[in-house]
Structures are given as structure tokens and as C-alpha cells.
């Protein structure tokens, strides 16, 4: 069980140094290598260790354990192929650790961060549509009945391009340095991590490493069905660098502009399900 | 039995009421159970405010007695949200989720600010105003179909409405708009945790169980 954990965590981190990389290529930069992301994970886990006098100490320390502790558990989901609705709850659970960080340690910056990760809500909706979009078609949200239809059918990314898209978005707006990354941008410090170091700090990177993995591993599963370990690993990659490129060609947008295009991008989505839902027997 | 959230778990019954647990609801409970523990056993954060006009900054206190209550209401969120996962019965699970509402009104309204205030009674409006179609679309489900009960409806044979499931999601969302109002500017003026996320989570969470229940009926 460890094994895996350890794997996804240090796939996902090196995904994100690799994530910097091809941004920095795209801007013309030399960028960080490629392993600098696991660095800090190390770095920080050595680093001196404390809690900030005006944080609530209880919830900033257990706000770590509780990211952990879900990335984890959506690892075993994605693995074992349960429902993608424990997978996707666990996701817009995700937002709450976020706001737990940023409201724990009292700091407005954290505060700032905690409180964008609310209204940056908007982007879970299309989520949720994309599972209403999928269970049309399946009939099923159990990740192994859906890996088993498009071993009939083929790749739902074909079937419903749109619902990828959908989710593409999804997990763009969960990336460092992305259009939709307004949670920890440069104006607010770290955001919601400014105030998390130390230990604390490695624990986060533990929480992004393995979050990027299984919402990666996840797309693969979802839209284009069983393969080789070895090969969803190569198109999790392939679909990473797709995604650093708009990230290196997207300026940040601003929080409300950001939740604009995340609600027409909802809007679309919820017009496609009706559709689906008017044409399906 | 819903399924969309995986096989049950555990099934417990009181005469024709059910509380059922999936892999899906128990994530859910979980969750609200370990943030219910961090409400009771966290002291609020002292946050940093900037003194308007100078260089100056200070940290905010938060009163025992004020402290005494919005812990109160965080763990009155808490029981309605860890109810409202394992509800098998769509009136209980009404009644779970106007808790989960009024005691996030609680949460908010308990901080001595005007303008803390002023957004807690705007949510308290739309709050109460959700409860008519969360329980409008509950009584549309046993006006059209004789039964409440979510694994009887998820079992098939019955026509719910379509307009009985949106008004459920309607009132859930209205219900569930607190962190929306906890977000205002206003709010960056009352220490938040751990108790505001008491609110974020439980909203959340209704939110996550009425779309299970939504898709399964």
C-alpha cells in the first residue's frame, strides 16, 4: 500500500517540476529542473518546524493530515475502480482543506487564499456535470464498469468529447502557475500555503504530488479506458504537457473573471446534458 | 439500495426509516465526523488586522463567550451534516439540511460586527427562503409516488418528477449558500476558524449527498 502512495506522490511531484519546465521553455526561460519539485517536498521536510502564535494550532496541523488523508483515500478509489463520485467528492473536499489552510494560521494573506478557494467553487459544477454526462451514457459510476464500457465501446473521450473538455478544464484549474490559479497567486504571498512551512510545507507537496497523479490517472481512466500502466503513465504525461502549455500562453485571469469563465463553461456543459438527457432511450 | 456510491456498507433501521452507508456517504460522514472533532477541540485563530492609516497591525481576540457559541452552533452543524449523509429517508434528509442551514446562520450571526451581521441576515433570507422548495420538492416525491423512502424510489417503478428533483437541489443550494455569504468582504473582519469552515463544509456536503440522491431516484 505504502509503495503506491510513495510512487503517486513522487510521480505527480515530478510531473509538476515538469509542469515549470515546459512553462519556462514556452516563456523562453531556462526554467528549474524537472526533479525540483520533489527537492522542495525533501527541503521542507527538513526545515526548522513551528506553528504561528495567532494560528488555531489544532486545525493548522490537522488541516495537513486531512489532505493527506484524502488524496490517499482517492488514490485507493481510482485503483480499486469505485465510484468516480467518492473520487470527484473528495476533489470538492479538496476546497475545503484549502480554506482550512488559509483560515487556520490568521494571517490575511492565508485568509485571502482560503476565501478565493471558495468562490472558486464555480469550477467543481462542471464536474459534476460531466458525471451526470458519463452516467448517460454508462449507466454506471463505478470507475471498473466505466473502464469495462469503453472496452466495448471505445474511448468516452470520443463518445463525449465534451465532458472531457469539462474535466480538462477541471483539472487545469487545480494546476499551479494556470489562468484559474488565483488561489495562490503572487498577490496574496503563497495564498492559502503562505503561512504552512517547514514540515507543514512537505506535507502540501506531498497532498499536490498526489492529487496531480490521481486526477491525471483518473482523466486517462475515465475518457480513454484500460492500458498498460507503463502507457497511462506516458499519455498522463502527454496530457500534462498539453495542459502546461496553456498555462504558459493563459495570463492568470482575475478572481471574478475566473469564476465568469468557469460558470459559461458550466452553462455549456449543462446544455450538453439536457441535451443527452432529451436524446438518451 | 442506491448503488452510484458503490455497494452499502451497513444498513440500520428504525421501523420503515433508514440510515444507509455506501462507500460514497461514508467518505462523507467521515469527513464531517473529523471536522466536527477539529470545531470541538480547535481555539479560534487570532487574526491579524491592519490598522487603517498607518504602519500598524493587531491580532483580534475572540471573546470566550462568543467563542462558547459559534462552538456550539459549529457542532450542531456538524451532528445535522453527519445526519444528513446516512439519511435513507428524503424528509429526514429535509430536515437535516434546514438544520445544517440554521445552525450556519448561528455560526455567522454570533460575531458582535454590524457588518458581520448585515451578511448573516442576508443569508438567514435566502436560507429560509430555500426551505420552501427543498421541502416543496419532498412533498412533490410523496405526492406523486406514496413513499420517502430513497432506497424504495432508487429500487425503480416510480416517475419522480423532474421538477421534484430540481427543487431539492434548489433548496439544498440556498441552503447551502453560506460560504458564499462567509466569503463577503465583510467577513474578512470576523476570525474564521475553525468555526466558518464548519460552515463551507457542511454546505458542501449537502451539496455532494443531494446530487447522489438527485441521480439516484
Not at chain 1, 14 to 43: C, D, Y
Request: net charge neutral; glycine share 8%; aromatic share 12%.
Amino acid at each position: 500500500m505504502i509503495e503506491y502512495l510513495v510512487f503517486a506522490a513522487a510521480f505527480g511531484l515530478l510531473l509538476l517540476g515538469l509542469h515549470r519546465k515546459v512553462i519556462a521553455r514556452v516563456q523562453l526561460r531556462p526554467g528549474p529542473p524537472v526533479w525540483q519539485e520533489i527537492l522542495h517536498a525533501l527541503k521542507f521536510s527538513f526545515k526548522s518546524t513551528w506553528v504561528p502564535k495567532t494560528a488555531s494550532a489544532t486545525l493548522y496541523v490537522g488541516v495537513v493530515l486531512i489532505g493527506i488523508g484524502i488524496w490517499s483515500a482517492a488514490l485507493f478509489v481510482v485503483l480499486a475502480g469505485e465510484s468516480i463520485l467518492i473520487l470527484f467528492a473528495i476533489y470538492m473536499l479538496h476546497k475545503i482543506v484549502e480554506h482550512g489552510f488559509g483560515l487556520s494560521s490568521g494571517s490575511p494573506y492565508g485568509k485571502f487564499g482560503g476565501v478565493r478557494s471558495v468562490i472558486s467553487a464555480a469550477s467543481e459544477i462542471p464536474l459534476f456535470v460531466t458525471i451526470a454526462a458519463i452516467y448517460f451514457f454508462t449507466d454506471s459510476l463505478l470507475l471498473r464498469d466505466i473502464v469495462a464500457y469503453q472496452a466495448v465501446h471505445g474511448p468516452l473521450l470520443l463518445i463525449a468529447p465534451p465532458a472531457a473538455i469539462a474535466m480538462y478544464i477541471v483539472i487545469l484549474s487545480k494546476l499551479p502557475y494556470g489562468p484559474f490559479s488565483i488561489v495562490e497567486s503572487k498577490e496574496l504571498v503563497s495564498g492559502y500555503k503562505t503561512e504552512h512551512f517547514g514540515v507543514w510545507r512537505a506535507g502540501i507537496s506531498v497532498i499536490d504530488g498526489t492529487k496531480t497523479f490521481v486526477l491525471l490517472f483518473a482523466f486517462v481512466a475515465i475518457f480513454i479506458g484500460a492500458m498498460p500502466f507503463w502507457a497511462a503513465l506516458v499519455i498522463m504525461t502527454i496530457v500534462l504537457v498539453s495542459l502546461s502549455f496553456v498555462c504558459a500562453v493563459t495570463p492568470m485571469l482575475s478572481p471574478f473573471d475566473s469564476v465568469t469563465v468557469q460558470g459559461i463553461v458550466t452553462l455549456l456543459m449543462v446544455g450538453y446534458a439536457a441535451v443527452l438527457w432529451w436524446v438518451m432511450p | 439500495m442506491p448503488d452510484i456510491g458503490g455497494d452499502p456498507l451497513f444498513v440500520l433501521e428504525f421501523g420503515d426509516i433508514l440510515h444507509y452507508y455506501t462507500p460514497y456517504t461514508i467518505t462523507l460522514f467521515l469527513l464531517a465526523l473529523i471536522f466536527t472533532g477539529l470545531a470541538i477541540a480547535s481555539r479560534p485563530e487570532r487574526q491579524i488586522d491592519i490598522a487603517f492609516g498607518g504602519d500598524a497591525y493587531y491580532a483580534k481576540e475572540t471573546t470566550v463567550s462568543e467563542m462558547r457559541f459559534r462552538r456550539f452552533m459549529a457542532i450542531a452543524c456538524g451532528l445535522a451534516t453527519l445526519g444528513a449523509m446516512g439519511s435513507g429517508d428524503l424528509f429526514n434528509f429535509t430536515l437535516f439540511v434546514s438544520l445544517v442551514g440554521i445552525a450556519n446562520i448561528g455560526i455567522v450571526a454570533a460575531v458582535k460586527n454590524r457588518h458581520v451581521l448585515d451578511a448573516a441576515y442576508e443569508y438567514g433570507i435566502v436560507a429560509m427562503v430555500a426551505t420552501l422548495p427543498l421541502f416543496g420538492g419532498a412533498a412533490l416525491v410523496v405526492a406523486t409516488t406514496g413513499t420517502l423512502a430513497i432506497p424504495a424510489l432508487a429500487a425503480g417503478g416510480f416517475a419522480v418528477p423532474l421538477v421534484a428533483k430540481a427543487f431539492l437541489a434548489l433548496g439544498v443550494i440556498g441552503e447551502g449558500m453560506a460560504p458564499f455569504y462567509a466569503a463577503k468582504a465583510e467577513m474578512f473582519r470576523a476570525p474564521g476558524a475553525p468555526y466558518v469552515i464548519m460552515c463551507s463544509l457542511s454546505s458542501l456536503l449537502i451539496f455532494l449527498r443531494v446530487v447522489e440522491i438527485v441521480i439516484t431516484i
